[in-house]
């Protein structure tokens, strides 16, 4: 199963799902309205990597950040 992280301000513990292509991320998150959410406007690495095709094939041993804009300074 790939391993989602949440990073930032998203504050949630990582979890495993099963997919096989990053489109359905939003499937698997449709039910929890704050990572929904973020899943609009955040940048997506699959194993330290951005990536910007959601029709990327993802294994079972990926890891998948989420990486949410941010402000600085």
């Known amino acids: 199963m790939a391993r ?4 930032g ?10 997919i096989t292509h990053l489109s359905e991320l939003k499937t698997c998150f449709k039910d929890d309205p704050e990572v929904r959410e973020w899943l609009k406007n955040s940048a997506i690495a699959v194993n330290d990597q951005l990536v910007s095709n959601l029709n990327l094939s993802v294994d079972k041993n990926d890891k ?3 990486l949410p804009p941010v402000c600085g300074g």
């Open 64 to 66: 998948i950040s989420l």
């Open 4 to 7: 989602i992280e949440f990073l």
């Open 9 to 18: 301000p998203i504050n949630k513990a990582p979890v495993e799902i099963d």
